[in-house]
């Protein structure tokens, strides 16, 4: 079965903390995306990567970063985390050329800024 | 600018049917989804559109009208566990996804 997996469900950080989200998936996929899911608005691109070392700017990315190590593991960074960066971080792959598949999600990681 | 839009909420009975609607404006087409995504839970792929007309997987259909930009996802012989929200995406020109903000479905006994 596809997995994706988000490392942590809930977090609890206060402002100006760094915060790191880690996604890893099993299937061998070379695409991998970071998006932010907030109440009465759609899903919202922050980053994503087609290849490992590759990096791509979303529609929302001021105020975080990513990492793609290795293909099986996408990270997202909240160098200074603020309040308006509480948000449900949903984490999705998808297999070969960009132009095809359904994205796979994790479960979600909810972070709360105080 | 781009746009999807569906309605926030739709409260339909057990048994019934109900249609979902989805209508589009975007920069190019390259395709519309539909996820299911159950409170607390990850969105799940439901199906895809690239061509006109309906297209049925058991007792879910999809329909795509592009000249319309418009598409509706059909739930028949609704239950209990079809409660969750229905997301709408649709691929634009550049292949990304734009997201409308998904249709809360509540089934009623």
């Known amino acids: 079965d596809v997995k994706v997996t988000q490392s942590s469900r809930y977090l609890v950080k206060r402002t100006g903390e760094k915060v790191f989200l880690e996604c890893v998936q099993d299937m061998d996929h070379e695409n991998m995306f970071w998006y932010r899911q907030d109440p009465g608005l759609g899903l919202r691109l922050i980053y994503f990567s087609y290849d490992v070392k590759m990096k791509e700017k979303g529609d929302i990315p001021e105020g975080y970063s990513v990492s793609r190590e290795k293909k099986e593991r996408f990270s997202l960074i909240l160098e200074s985390a603020s309040t308006n960066q509480t948000s449900m971080y949903l984490c999705?792959?998808?297999?070969?050329?960009?132009?095809?598949?359904?994205?796979?999600f994790g479960e979600g990681s909810r972070l709360t800024v105080l | 600018g781009q746009n999807i839009d569906q309605p926030t909420e739709m409260t339909a009975t057990e048994g019934a049917i109900v249609q979902i609607n989805c209508t589009y404006q975007t920069s190019g087409f390259n395709g519309l989804f539909w996820y299911q995504q159950h409170a607390g839970e990850a969105p799940t792929f439901l199906s895809y559109n690239v061509l006109d007309g309906l297209e049925e997987k058991g007792r879910f259909s999809s329909f795509l009208s592009r000249s319309k930009g418009y598409s509706y996802l059909l739930l028949k012989e609704l239950q209990m566990k079809d409660s969750a929200s229905y997301l709408c995406a649709v691929k634009d020109s550049n292949y990304q996804l734009i997201w409308g903000a998904g249709t809360k479905l509540i089934i009623k006994p």
């Open positions: 999705a792959s998808t297999p070969g050329s960009l132009d095809t598949g359904e994205l796979f």
